[in-house]
T-cell receptor
Framework: KAGVTQTPRYLIKTRGQQVTLSCSPI?????VSWYQQTPGQGLQFLFE???????NKGNFPGRFSGRQFSNSRSEMNVSTLELGDSALYLC????????????FGNGTRLTVT | SQQGEEDPQALSIQEGENATMNCSYK?????LQWYRQNSGRGLVHLIL?????REKHSGRLRVTLDTSKKSSSLLITASRAADTASYFC??????????FGSGTQLTVLP
């Protein structure tokens, strides 16, 4: 089985711009979660989608949004980028939910200048 | 912060030695998982232990869970240079999300 695929691998954006990140889960996995990883805050949960519905959301401002398509592929969007949004954004898929092992992609490294 | 705490933050050992990492958490949990992350890459799932289990083994990995102390430990036996990575505990509970610890950076010297 192919693993979780995230695109693009690297992104450089300017403050105020918006960005869309993409994630293709493992075939058959219906749950997709997104995490932000920074040296200061560690791994922070953004949101989880299951069957196109947002099932859970972390403590991030409304500038962070996501969606899931009928084929389970997911996108996350960050609007009005701030310097502090620079991070590694990780997507993970699982068969059911947070009680199952998560399978992570290699992430998108976002740099905001 | 709701994050779990891990100690030590960094650990450096010689190849062949054992490495022990500890994780503490604050809430009741359904299960606790351990993940490994090589620099700049995604996390890889290592092992999952349920709240009603006390110990679990997988190859050179041994995980213990003490729910009364809200703590877990990961032991890697006979470590190899390829084990060099960051190790994270993660737990799920009533928050219906996986909460990650702060991580331990393990360096295994050849």
């Amino acid at each position: 089985k192919a693993g979780v695929t995230q695109t693009p691998r690297y992104l450089i954006k300017t403050r105020g711009q918006q960005v869309t990140l993409s994630c293709s889960p493992i075939s058959g996995h219906r749950s997709v979660s997104w995490y932000q990883q920074t040296p200061g805050q560690g791994l922070q949960f953004l949101f989880e989608y299951f069957s196109e519905t947002q099932r859970n959301k972390g403590n991030f401002p409304g500038r962070f949004s996501g969606r899931q398509f009928s084929n389970s592929r997911s996108e996350m969007n960050v609007s009005t980028l701030e310097l502090g949004d620079s991070a590694l954004y990780l997507c993970a898929s699982s068969l059911t939910n947070h009680n199952s092992p998560l399978h992570f992609g290699n992430g998108t490294r976002l740099t905001v200048t | 912060s709701q994050q779990g705490e891990e100690d030590p933050q960094a650990l450096s050992i010689q190849e062949g030695e054992n490495a022990t990492m500890n994780c503490s958490y604050k809430t009741s949990i359904n299960n606790l998982q351990w993940y490994r992350q090589n620099s700049g890459r995604g996390l890889v799932h290592l092992i999952l232990i349920r709240s009603n289990e006390r110990e679990k083994h997988s190859g050179r990995l041994r995980v213990t869970l003490d729910t009364s102390k809200k703590s877990s430990s990961l032991l890697i036996t006979a470590s190899r240079a390829a084990d060099t990575a960051s190790y994270f505990c993660a737990y799920s509970g009533s928050a219906r999300q996986l909460t990650f610890g702060s991580g331990t950076q393990l360096t295994v010297l050849p």
